[in-house]
């Protein structure tokens, strides 16, 4: 399984784009990228995932660039309640578990 | 509708006593996971099932863990002579089919607390 690397922490504040980037050097070629968001007290829930250039949803955009190597999750205008941990994971394509690290913690600042 | 729920919420329990800890899945969904997750930690891998089968419970950390899925729905988690390291949150998830980019939806876990 790739190992990743993430930021422990990052600050913000209430309408910034925040950027966090993941490092992944042993990413396998079927292996894929995602990234989950967890609140204190809930269970991690799915925000994103990708294999290659740029993946686009309603909560985030996902940035691989063609090495593959890292990748950044990117959240537009942040608020008070995206403050939560946000795990990347590369998940290879023949397994079945997720292997979380232990995250970045993200505060969004009023 | 329904999420992945789990219960009890909360369990404390006494050193050396049994515990059984209930997830109920998302309703078709044919994979079934379990996590640990220790304060300050990202969750930790223990098992998972497809259907009725455990396919992969190379996470569990010995024989006093033990999971079973007997109608490919819900699923207990049971841990025998619990030790005070037993102490997490354990989560459940499920996901809709075996594709390997299927996104897991989890519970909020179960807290157990052995004294």
């Known amino acids: 399984l790739a190992k990743t690397t993430q930021p422990i922490s990052m600050d913000s504040y209430e309408g910034q784009e925040v950027n966090i980037t993941c490092s992944h050097n042993?990413?396998?070629?079927?292996?894929?990228i995602t990234w989950y968001q967890q609140f204190p007290s809930q269970g991690p829930r799915f925000i994103i995932q990708?294999?290659?250039t740029k993946v686009t949803n309603e909560v985030a955009s996902l940035f691989i660039p063609a090495d593959r190597k890292s990748s950044t999750l990117s959240l537009p205008r942040v608020s008070l309640s995206d403050t939560a941990v946000y795990y990347c994971?590369?998940?290879?394509?023949?397994?079945?578990?997720?292997?979380f690290g232990s995250g970045t913690q993200l505060t969004v600042l009023p | 509708g329904a999420g992945v729920s789990q219960t009890p919420s909360n369990k404390v329990t006494e050193k050396g006593k049994y515990v059984e800890l209930r997830c109920d899945p998302i309703?078709?969904?044919?994979?079934l996971y379990w996590y640990r997750q220790s304060l300050g930690q990202g969750p930790e891998f223990l098992i998972y099932?497809?259907?009725?089968?455990?396919?992969?419970d190379s996470g569990l950390p010995n024989d006093r863990f033990f999971a079973v899925r007997p109608e490919g729905s819900v699923s207990t988690l049971k841990i025998q002579r619990t030790e005070r390291g037993d102490s997490a949150v354990y989560l459940c998830?499920?996901?809709?089919?075996?594709?390997?980019?299927?996104?897991?939806?989890f519970g909020n876990g179960t807290r157990l607390t052995v004294t």
């Open positions: 042993n990413i396998a070629t079927n292996d894929y």
């Open positions: 309703s078709g969904h044919t994979a």
């Open positions: 998830a499920s996901s809709n089919t075996l594709s390997y980019n299927s996104p897991l939806h």
């Open positions: 990708g294999y290659k």
């Open positions: 994971l590369v998940v290879a394509g023949s397994a079945r578990q997720l292997t």
């Open positions: 099932f497809q259907g009725t089968g455990a396919a992969d």
